[in-house]
Structure formats: C-alpha cells, structure tokens
C-alpha cells in the first residue's frame, strides 16, 4: 500500500527558534497532502491542505505566517513552525491521497514536537 | 464547515463481546466515511470505509452502516479482542477534505 513518512519524528526545541517537519509520499505522487495537529487524548484537527505548486489553503483558526507549508514537488510537502513557542507543542501529522480521485488518506508517522 | 460528532468517547467492552461507535454529520455533501484505528503514538490507520451510495459494509469481525437520511454511520466490532484496544476515529469527507470525529477510546477487558 501506499506509504507515506515524516521526519524527523520527534523534536525539541527552544522556544523562538522555527522547525520544520517533512512528509513525504515514498512509494506514489501526491498532488495533495494534508496537515494535521493532534493534542493528548484529542482528535484530529486539519490544519491545512498542501496541493503541488500552490499555495496551501489554511482552516480557519490556522495562522497561515505562523504555520508555513510548501509542496514543490509529488512526493514532498514541508511544514515549518515559526518562531515556536510552548503552546505549539503538539503531533503534527501529514496525509496524502494517492491520486487527485481517490479518497483514501495515507497518514505519515507524525512528529512529535517540544518547545521549551 | 462539517461538524462530525462522535460517542461514546470512552467504551470498555468484555473480550467476545461486540463494540459499536457511532458518529453524526453536518454536511449532505460528505459522501466518503472512513474509520480510523490509533494506536497510542502511532499513525491512525484506516480498517474500513464506506461511501454514500452504499448503506453497508463488512470486512471480517470489523462492518460500517450509513444513513444518508440520518446523516449518522457506526462502527461495528464484533467478537473483540484485547489488541483491538486503541482509539478509533471517524471521519467525513467533503471537498476531498477529512474531518474527524472526537475518537473513541475502546479498551476490550481479557
């Protein structure tokens, strides 16, 4: 199936400082991929929808300055947290569908990050 | 947007017996339902889906039913066994995006 990764996993970091997390599509190309933030013991919460050589279209509520994403290319989508702060704290989880058409997501490992 | 609803949140169930989740949503539009599995600190992982012109389905232990009508679909464990204790999440899709429900932590008792 379909397999998607995310790098790095886990990351600590000062607050102030910007982080950013990889997902990537190994195994097909993927015109769209999905971000998503989950907190302890919560759901999911779409942060954003990345689409190849555009510009990421950002839920409401999601600082799009604050969380940037680009997707140069099929299989890569990057999420940079900026000038990180306690609060960001949280796991951060790409998607990707392997095709324009197709419905099923394919979730990456997600990145487990501190800001301290 | 859509607003998926998801209950119980918490759902303890004895080895054997059948665990049903139930989830509500908003929006007509959505016509895509899958269900989710996570494992604590792991990816959620996709067991089973259903699409809006199709009001039943079944792989092995694990069916979805789907009321258009009702705008509500449920999950259906049968015969549980402890490594099916994790968090299962429900979820819509409309406009090719995902919205989840709040999960449901089920914990099967050996």
């Known amino acids: 199936g379909a397999v998607v990764s995310q790098h790095p996993s886990w990351v600590i970091c000062k607050s102030g400082t910007s982080v950013k997390i990889e997902c990537r599509s190994l195994d097909f190309q993927a015109t769209t991929m999905f971000w998503y933030r989950q907190f302890p013991k919560q759901s999911l919460m779409l942060m954003a929808t990345s689409n190849e050589g555009s510009k990421a279209t950002y839920e409401q509520g999601v600082e799009k300055d604050k969380f940037l994403i680009n997707h140069a290319s099929l299989t890569l989508s990057t999420l940079t947290v900026t000038s990180a702060h306690p609060e960001d704290s949280s796991f951060y989880i790409c998607?990707?569908?392997?095709?324009?058409?197709?419905?099923?997501?394919?979730f990456g490992p997600g990145t487990r990050l501190l800001v301290l | 947007g859509e607003n998926v609803e998801q209950h119980p949140s918490t759902l303890s169930v004895q080895e054997g017996d059948s665990a049903v989740i139930k989830c509500t949503y908003s929006d007509s539009a959505s016509n895509y339902f899958p269900w989710y599995k996570q494992e604590l600190g792991k990816r959620p992982q996709l067991i089973i889906d259903?699409?809006?012109?199709?009001g039943e389905k079944k792989d092995q232990r694990i069916a979805v039913t789907l009321n258009k009508t009702a705008k509500h679909f449920s999950l259906h464990i049968t015969e549980t066994q402890p490594e099916d204790s994790a968090v299962y999440f429900c979820a819509a899709s409309t406009r090719n995006q995902f919205y989840f429900g709040t999960g449901t932590s089920l914990t099967v008792i050996p």
């Open positions: 998607s990707a569908r392997d095709g324009p058409t197709q419905e099923t997501q394919y």
């Open positions: 259903i699409r809006s012109n199709v």
